[in-house]
């Protein structure tokens, strides 16, 4: 799977987990130099959510990436995994 923003491949990987119709990417697989900070928080049945912006080609994506540093045991599996919001194209 590859999750692509403005043209350019920001994660990429065989090894995605999906939950609710989101696909989770191991964190290794973002690319960093494309990665900017964010300190948006949401929470819901999975925990606290944290984000990630994206800055491609001079385009900015505000928290177009999350990830949960602590899943609730029902969501485990996203442990050290990151997901992308609409607009971040996910394809095979």
């Known amino acids: 799977m590859k999750a692509i923003f403005n043209g350019v491949v920001v994660a990429e990987s065989d090894d995605t987990v999906a939950v609710e119709g989101e696909h989770y990417f191991p964190e290794a697989s973002l690319k960093r130099e494309y990665v900017s900070f964010s300190n948006h928080r949401t929470s819901n049945w999975m925990g606290q959510a944290r984000y990630y912006s994206l800055l491609v080609h001079g385009e ?30 996910i394809v095979e």
């Open 60 to 89: 900015l994506k505000p928290d177009a990436v999350w990830y949960y540093p602590e899943p609730s045991e029902a969501a485990a599996q996203v442990k050290g995994r990151v997901a992308f919001v609409r607009g971040v194209d």
